[in-house]
């Protein structure tokens, strides 16, 4: 079945220590989002990407990077985790024209100690 | 400008109970909408949606009808079953051609046996 998968599901990080969180897709859609939710919050948008294009949301600080080397893959990197970046990210995927639907992946929670 | 409210919960219901979750948007012009569910540890799944005005998106006994002159996409449903037991998330189209999305707050909805 076509899919948004992440990897990993649970992420442990230290405090400063980089990590990378990775998003893959089977659907063939061009944009690729990228969002944080926290705990009983709405998902908040990050950046995204259309193509290779980048787009990063106004309010998205600086510690958030994102890269995308082909169409399938879609990596999160957080370059000095802190407490605060604790959270769900959520990756989805969707096609342009097609009435904005995005398909969501299943998350990775990311604890950071 | 553009947002959507949904009402506060949580939410708490007997199996079989009636459902409405309200939700209104503000917009120009008449962007599509959309109802996301997410179970317990896991991402967004789409529920429903609505292109345009006047349509009825269904999916799992789930109903939501874009109403065009209260600005409203209420989600409802007949009877409930302890499986619906999840958050909901009242979206719309944000604008653009890449499908960006504004969520609302989401409400929690508990189904009791």
């Known amino acids: 079945d076509a899919m948004v998968i992440q990897n990993p599901r649970y992420q442990v990080t230290q405090f400063g220590k980089p990590v990378t969180l990775s998003c893959s897709q089977t659907?063939?859609?061009?944009?690729m989002y990228w969002y944080q939710q926290k705990s009983s919050q709405a998902p908040k948008l990050l950046f995204h990407?259309?193509?290779?294009?980048?787009?990063n949301e106004a309010d998205t600080p600086d510690n958030f990077q994102s890269r995308r080397p082909n169409t399938s893959f879609c990596f999160l990197d957080i370059r000095s985790p802190g407490l605060g970046d604790a959270a769900m990210y959520l990756c989805a995927t969707s096609r342009r024209g097609d009435y904005n639907e995005q398909f969501f992946g299943p998350g990775t929670r990311l604890t950071v100690l | 400008g553009n947002s959507v409210t949904q009402m506060e919960g949580p939410v708490t219901l007997s199996e079989e109970a009636f459902l409405t979750i309200n939700c209104t948007y503000t917009?120009?012009?008449?962007?599509?909408l959309f109802w996301y569910v997410q179970y317990p540890g896991e991402g967004l799944q789409l529920l429903l949606k609505?292109?345009?005005?006047?349509d009825k998106g269904s999916n799992k006994g789930f109903e939501a009808t874009y109403r065009k002159e209260t600005t409203s996409f209420h989600l409802e449903k007949g009877s409930v079953q302890v499986s619906d037991s999840a958050v909901y998330f009242c979206?719309?189209?944000?604008?653009?051609?890449?499908?960006?999305?504004?969520f609302g707050k989401g409400t929690k909805l508990s189904v009791k046996p």
């Open positions: 990407y259309y193509d290779k294009d980048f787009n």
């Open positions: 917009a120009t012009g008449y962007p599509s």
């Open positions: 659907l063939n859609h061009n944009v």
């Open positions: 979206a719309r189209y944000y604008g653009g051609s890449q499908g960006n999305l504004i």
């Open positions: 609505a292109t345009k005005a006047d």
